[in-house]
Structure formats: C-alpha cells, structure tokens
C-alpha cells in the first residue's frame, strides 16, 4: 500500500531510477551521485540489474547496515519502492556475487570524489563550540581500522606490530581527518595503508584548511615540516608540543605566554625556514585529574598577539580537541559496530568502503545539525545513536519524490529532538585499555573509579609565566 506523499513510477521508468538513501539524500542527492559518476569514467555502458547509481547508493547503505549481509542490505534500499511497479517490474535482488562485482567495476573512486564535493565544513557561528572568536574550530589526528584478513589485504595494507613479532590479527588502513569540533563533520581526510605515517598523510590533510579555521593537533603532529605545511594555508594553528622540543624564549607577554621560534633540525645554521611562534605552558590544578598532577603542557600556537587569543583561553580551548576522539567512536563504534572489521576482501574495496563509511557520518552530522539549528540546540545535546536509527529507518521505508525528502527530514527532526542528553560534565579518564595485549596500561580495579573532575577546565588552567 502506498504512503502518503509517495507516487507511483512512471511510465518507462525503472524502479532502480528511484532508489535513494531516505533522508541522506538531502546530502547525496541523484544529481549529485551522477556527476560523480561522470566525472570519474564510470558511467556504465548498458542497461545493467545494478547501475553506477545504484551501486553507489548501495555502498553507502552498506555502511549504514554494516551488520547485514550484501543481499540483506539492498533489500532495505529498495523494499521501501517495490509498490510502486504495480507489479510491472519484478525487482530482483541480486546474488552476493553480482553485487561484489558490480562494486568492483565501480572502484573507489566515486565514493572518494562523493565526499570531496559533499562534505564541507557545517557549522554556523550559533552552536557553543563551533568557534573561537572569529575562528572556525577544527581538530585533526589519526586513527586505523581493522580490515578483513585476506592476503590481498594484508600484502597491500599492512598489520601493526606486536610484541611477539607476528603482526595483528587484521591488517589495518590508517587515515587522518580533520573535523568541526562543534559539528562533529568531517570535511577532509587522507588514507594509505598501515606502514604510511600519520605525518605524511597530515601533510595531504592540511591542505584543506582555511584562514578562517583554528586548527588543534596533537603533540605527534608538531615538527617543523608538517607544522610549517600547515602554517603555509594561513589557518591558525594550535598544536601540543613535545617534550623534549626546543623553544627559546625571545619575547615575553603579559598572559605569561612567550614568543619563540621552530626551526627545523637540517635548518639549525642557516636558519632559512623559520616559523614565529607563541608557546603557552600551563599546569592543571583540580584534584580530580590526578593524571595531571605534576605535569607542564606547552602549547604552540601561530597567533602571536595575546591580545587576539589570551594564553589562559587558548590552554582551556585546547581540551576541544578530544571531540576527534569522540567522532572516531561514532565512527567506529556507533555506526560500524564494536569490533566489527571492514568486510571487503580487497584493498579497492576496503577503499570503497572506508568513503562510504565516512560520507554517511557526514550525512547523519549534517542532519543532527540541521536539527539542532531547527531547535536551538546545541549539537553535543543530541544523540547521534538515536539520529543514526532514525535514518536507517528512512530508508527502508523508501524515498521516490522531493516532497517525500522533504517529510522524511521532517519526521527524522521530530524523532530525534526530543529526549535532549544532558549538558556535558566535565571527564577525565586513566591513560589505560581494557584489552591484555596492548602497548597501553591494562585497565586495573585501581582504575574503576577513577575521580571526576571538580571544577570545568577553565577553571583549573593554570598558566606558567616564561622563565627568565
């Protein structure tokens, strides 16, 4: 029985021309997904079970589904339409085998140029956290994900090492985003296998950034070449240091920052690569961070007038740049499933899948933000699980007209608004994992009620005046 809003296929017209991504397609629309076809040469050469379109309709809702089965997943992308035919057209859903091979002749590449055209960066000046000043916040770090374990994989991808030599249980595609804080969108991203640093794919990231943005990194991000790359785009830069990093102090400011200088390790005599830089060091006074105590942090920062960002403001901004982390569990564990690996067999594929999985985190950012501006929200103050649910359920119940775009976001809005999460308490974890084998700390009873903090972290920076 047809839904209120739906209309039944014309006449000459396939059902697969219908097929859409519920109310994702407000962020991939079909015109969208066909210039991408186009544009990267793989427009089919004949009528097809599963054209370009559909296949990559098809990833993405693979990505969304990612507990069910090939055949499974297509059933949800056209079960919603199979009305419409009036029985003219017998869609029949194609074999686990067609399916494979129809994305291998679609390849990576449209997913990647999807994400390129589609995910740009959301936020509006409103959300509590989408800005510092004039600034666009943004973050950026590395993470890998598991990979199903076949030799092509493994030959091409790469495994982490262990301890005892043998290599992890799956090989793993590393990759490094950078994401709106307020907004959780991920708008750029670089992926290689395993043995590629998180260094020389931050290097193609940067490229992304913009002199409206803020960009937060972490101290395995703040050598000469990289931060030097990332300067170049004239982004504000606010990067943890080293350590062992030298920074002399050759200018005092009244915030207790100083101005010092970073200078490449091949560059120390003739001195022709060299960046300005203002260091802020800061301590953290709260009894209810105890992994704190007794540590300097130094930060690094491009915006070398204190008058423009006070040193106290930028030290608490700097813990904004966890909300990657919180995007990577999304990601990684909301969407795709705790300790579940990428099902494709091939590094093509894997490849394929990796885009899908991060256009559709987009996509369901972007409704969250549209909701949010819809009520006033902040976005931390919604769940992305329950707008996750919301559009899983968008697309089985099918999508063929614009006005049915239109009151599937508007039922999506209504279903995920209510029951707002509570405003976010100041956290603080032990350094430590739950898994034996590990290069971290092994998760001890010590560590089960691990203290809270006391007070906001504004409130527990304490900025360390430039030695004489």
């Known amino acids: 029985m047809p839904r209120a809003g739906q209309v039944r296929v014309a006449g000459g017209e396939r059902l697969t021309d219908r097929v859409a991504l519920g109310v994702l397609t407000a962020t991939f629309p079909r015109g969208l997904v066909d210039a991408v076809i186009a544009a990267t040469g793989r427009r089919e050469q004949r009528n097809r079970l599963l054209p370009a379109h559909l296949v990559v309709y098809y990833v993405l809702a693979m ?21 419409t035919t009036d029985g003219s057209e017998d869609y029949s859903v ?3 085998v067609a399916i494979t091979k129809a994305r291998a002749r679609l390849g990576p590449e449209p997913l990647a140029e999807l994400f390129a055209r589609a995910c740009v960066p959301l936020a509006t000046p409103q959300p509590k956290g989408a800005f510092y000043r004039s600034w666009r916040l943004v973050a950026m770090d590395g993470t890998t994900i598991d990979v199903a374990d076949t030799a092509a994989n493994a030959a091409e991808l790469g495994r982490a090492g262990t301890g005892r030599g043998d290599g992890s249980a799956f090989p793993q595609l590393r990759m490094v985003a950078i994401a709106e804080a307020g907004t959780h969108a991920v708008f750029a991203v670089q992926m290689d296998s395993y043995a590629t640093s998180e260094v020389a794919l931050a290097k193609k990231a940067v490229a992304s950034l913009t002199p ?33 990093a030298v920074l002399p102090v050759l200018e005092r400011h009244n915030d207790g920052s100083f101005g010092s200088e970073l200078v490449a390790s091949d560059d120390k005599h003739r001195r022709e690569h060299v960046i300005s830089v203002r260091v802020i060091e800061y301590a953290i006074d709260d009894p209810g961070r105890p992994q704190a105590a007794g540590t300097t942090y130094r930060l690094v ?7 423009k960002a006070p040193g106290a403001e930028l030290a608490a901004l700097y813990a904004e740049r966890w909300e990657i982390e919180s995007i990577f569990d999304e990601l990684k564990t909301h969407q795709r499933g705790p300790r579940v690996i990428l099902r494709s067999r091939t590094p ?16 369901v950012r972007a409704l969250l933000a549209a909701a949010a501006d819809a009520g006033g929200h902040d976005p931390d103050r919604l769940s992305f699980t329950k707008a996750l649910h919301a559009t899983r359920r968008s697309v089985r119940r099918g999508l063929d007209a614009t006005v049915t775009l239109a009151r599937a976001i508007e039922h999506a809005t209504a279903e995920i608004l209510p029951g707002i999460l509570p405003t976010r308490r100041p956290r603080a974890h032990a350094r430590v994992v739950r898994r034996k084998m590990s290069g971290f700390n092994v998760k001890r009873a010590a560590h089960r009620n691990w203290p809270r903090p006391t007070v906001p972290i504004q409130g527990a920076i304490v900025v360390v005046a430039a030695p004489p």
């Open 63 to 83: 990505t969304l589904f990612s507990s069910s089965g090939y055949e499974e997943v297509m059933r949800s992308l056209t079960e919603g339409l199979s009305w």
């Open 94 to 96: 194609p074999s686990q």
């Open 212 to 244: 409206e943005m803020l960009c937060l990194a972490d101290r395995g991000f703040t050598a000469h070449p990289l931060f030097a790359e990332a300067a170049k785009t004239g982004a504000a830069l606010l990067w943890r240091a080293k350590s062992n």
């Open 301 to 307: 920062t491009t915006i070398l007038d204190p008058t």
């Open 348 to 363: 093509a594929g894997v490849y394929q899948e990796a885009w899908g999985y991060l256009c559709v985190h987009y996509a």
